[in-house]
């Protein structure tokens, strides 16, 4: 591994010694893994010592990937990133899809978790909003775009995918999955994981070929709609109770600042 500012011994010791919570958010968890064929993924959270919050020091994230940075990751091999409490909330409160994971992941995902973390994932609803349709929007579209104007494979990192089914069947996953995910969202305010079936077999099998183009497309642009409607339709509030949020970090970062521990 090749280090970055963003991995370097001492942002190690802060994600070490502060992390809330930690869990798996690729593939696997979503459970339209491919076998032989996907990195793991994994997202942390942590906590700042006072003088990262209080003083001029500066923590954001640490990030470790098995293989160094310009690298593509492969089976077997892991990418982990440890947000700071302070960033994670300010991305889940804009509803941004991946960061929000940890809150749904089941109990075997879970490779870390403190009394703190566990708190957080009990009060998820203090961050859930109909802000959220939009970001899924955002991300369902970027992937639709990427697999819509890359046909030929040029600037994409899989090209092999292209060769062998005419378009990146990966992109084409991730862009169901995230109508699937944003629209259980609004709906319910929670997002199953696993993901539930038929839907799960339905990606898994477009993923390896098993539908065109055209039907992903198609299915897309039926749950793009359903979005658009549950951005104002949706029994979600109109935005994060920012006032609950705020006093949540603050009674968080002062409680494990007077000696909370992980569990055993």
């Given at each position: 591994m090749s280090w970055t500012k963003h991995s370097t011994p001492e942002f190690r010791a802060i994600a070490d010694e502060l992390t809330i919570l930690r869990?798996?958010?690729g593939s696997g968890v979503h459970g339209t893994n491919i076998a032989g064929t996907d990195d793991?993924?994994?997202m942390g959270i942590c906590l700042e010592p006072p003088e990262y919050v209080m003083g001029l020091n500066?923590?954001?994230q640490y990030v470790y990937r098995t293989q160094p940075e310009g690298v593509r990751s492969g089976p077997g091999d892991l990418d982990l990133i440890i947000y700071s409490l302070?960033?994670?909330?300010?991305?889940a409160v804009t509803g941004n899809p991946t960061v929000l994971l940890p809150l749904f992941v089941p109990p075997e995902e879970i490779v870390t978790m403190t009394r703190i973390g566990e708190d957080l994932r009990a009060n998820a609803d203090m961050v859930l909003s109909r802000q959220a349709g939009h970001r899924f929007l955002g991300?369902?579209?970027?992937?639709?775009?990427?697999?819509?104007?890359?046909?030929?494979?040029?600037r994409t990192n899989r090209p092999e995918l292209i060769a062998l089914y005419g378009f990146d069947v990966k992109y084409a996953g991730h862009m169901v999955r995230l109508?699937?995910?944003?629209v259980e969202l609004l709906e319910t305010g929670g997002v199953?994981?696993?993901?539930?079936?038929?839907?799960?077999?339905?990606?898994?099998?477009l993923r390896q070929g098993g539908h065109t183009k055209d039907e992903a497309l198609a299915v897309a642009a039926e749950l793009e709609s359903r979005l658009e409607r549950l951005?104002?339709?949706s029994p979600l509030p109109e935005h994060p109770d920012m006032t609950r949020v705020n006093a949540w970090l603050v009674k968080a970062h002062t409680e494990r600042w007077a000696g909370e521990r992980p569990h055993p």
């Open positions: 869990c798996q958010v793991r993924d994994e500066r923590f954001d302070r960033k994670w909330m300010r991305l991300y369902l579209r970027a992937q639709r775009d990427h697999m819509v104007e890359r046909p030929n494979g040029t109508g699937l995910q944003g199953t994981l696993p993901m539930p079936e038929p839907w799960r077999t339905w990606i898994v099998e951005i104002t339709t």
